[in-house]
């Protein structure tokens, strides 16, 4: 299992992170959490946050999840992913946490829910990651 890996390093490993404004907490093999906040150009109509921007929480929240169940000199990416949204985010930001729910040789499934700032539900994130290379 790799060591700890910092916000900054997390943020060297996949720069898309910073240009949405993710904010991501130390990870542990056991979860993944972070939160991005609401901001105009995250928009749809309305003034509601883009699926899009809330999808991009969730893949990042669980390609780190995946990352820290990998076993030595092993990579990961998304290969499936399914959401199911739940409520509009107009104000503050959403919250994730991801957790994995099986860890396999070839494959790592991860479950992300994302909340917004009163701990109501906005979305439930399942997506496989695979495992590519390592021991």
Same mark, same amino acid.
Not at 15 to 28: D, N, Q, S, W
Not at 32 to 40: D, K
Not at 66 to 69: I, K, T, V, Y
Not at 132 to 135: K, Q, R
């Given at each position: 299992?790799? @060591?700890i890996?910092?916000a900054? #390093?997390l943020?060297?490993?996949m720069?898309?992170?910073?240009? +949405? !404004?993710?904010? +991501?907490?130390?990870?542990?093999s056991?979860r993944? $959490? !972070?939160? +991005?906040?609401?901001?105009?150009e995250?928009?749809?109509g309305? =003034?509601?946050?883009? !699926?899009?921007?809330i999808?991009?929480l969730?893949?990042? &929240?669980? $390609?780190?999840c995946?990352?820290?169940?990998l ?6 990416? /998304?290969?499936?992913?399914? /959401? ?7 104000? =503050?930001?959403?919250? =994730? ?6 860890v ?8 992300? @829910? &994302?909340?917004?700032? @009163?701990?109501?539900?906005?979305? &439930?994130?399942? #997506? /496989?990651q695979?495992v &590519? !290379?390592?021991?």
């Open positions: 299992m790799p @060591e890996p910092s900054e #390093q943020r060297e490993l720069p898309f992170v910073p240009t +949405l !404004g993710i904010e +991501l907490e130390p990870p542990t056991e993944a $959490a !972070g939160s +991005l906040p609401w901001a105009p995250l928009c749809t309305g =003034g509601i946050m883009h !699926g899009g921007a999808l991009s969730a893949d990042t &929240l669980g $390609a780190v995946a990352f820290m169940n076993p030595p000199g092993a990579g990961t990416t /998304t290969i499936e992913s399914k /959401t199911n949204f739940f409520r509009a985010v107009r104000e =503050g930001s959403v919250r =994730g946490m991801a957790r994995p729910m099986h396999g040789r070839t494959t790592i499934v991860v479950q992300t @829910e &994302l909340s917004d700032d @009163e701990g109501r539900a906005v979305a &439930l994130t399942t #997506q /496989t695979a &590519l !290379g390592g021991g």
